[in-house]
């Protein structure tokens, strides 16, 4: 049985299973005969994907295109396999991740460095490159249609400079990748549940503010977060995802950054932190939701704020 939920306008969440369910999504639109795949998961993704088509009815000839957010592996790591098995379709990527797709060893020696080899297996599978020649770069503001269904690509840096969200007019909703944070089931009805993502090694706390102005410009009823799930009313949490920005800066400033163990010095303080924000100090569940992001996150503001105190000497 195919793992996905169907939302309104034609829009589908697939779980990427990555991980764990409930993790990671990736989407589906139809408009029509016209499909298009939001994200791509990872290689092993990918069968849920192939699944989840089939038992909407949906032949794979109708994909049209296949859209990772940016190149990090959980987005864009089933990408080569997609495309093997979408013969018709296009990649739309960012400028700045197309190389990535064209030639992925950098992309995997450096996943492997951080994991090895066992577990960048067993996480990812597979990573084939994509012909150039099937790969259409998408420039901020280039519009793509399904039929009469536009998406407007918009160039979003702050979580990655190689990423872009998608505005979909049909539905007034954002997909968002990870520009617009995480917010995982146990979170979303809650006040300050929307997180900011800051891995390694691209964090940009000014860009990231600009790119989360620039998304609410077009006003959207909801966000596709990535991680995981539909998100609604996101005005309401703007005001606090500035916020947290600003507190994950001054957690970097609290911990003594001369400390060989700064990045675990992070982690510890800004999971106290989220947990406080989130009103849960002593939810052991929502501790083990956010726990693997913490550690990611701190890592990514342990590499910004050095680099950061390196520019201004």
Known sequence: ?????????????IDALYIKPRVASIYLLRQGDEVAIIETGTFHSVDNVLASLQQLGIDRAQVKYVIPTHVHLDHAGGAGEMMRQFEQASLIIHPLGARHMIDPSRLIA???SVYGEERFERLYGSIEPIPEERIII???????????????????????????????????????????GISYDAMK??????LPTTPPSQFDPPALKTSVQRIMEFA??????????????????????????????????TCDSAAAHYAQDIEQTLLQQVLLGLGAEADAALKRVVGHDITLNAQGLAHWALKHQASLQ
């Open 110 to 112: 450096g996943t492997i």
């Open 138 to 180: 998408a420039e901020d503001l280039a519009s793509y249609s399904l039929e009469q269904r536009e998406l407007i690509f918009i160039d979003t840096p702050g979580h990655a400079r190689h990423h872009f969200c998608i505005y979909d007019q049909q539905s007034n909703g954002v997909f968002t990748g990870d520009t617009f």
């Open 189 to 194: 009805s809650l006040p300050r549940g929307l």
């Open 220 to 253: 959207p009823e909801r966000l596709y977060l990535t991680h995981f799930g539909e998100f609604v009313n996101p005005s309401a949490q703007l005001a606090s995802f500035h916020r947290w920005i600003d507190q994950y800066v001054a957690v970097c400033e």
């Open 1 to 13: 049985m195919a793992e996905f939920s169907s939302l309104a306008q034609d829009v589908h969440c």
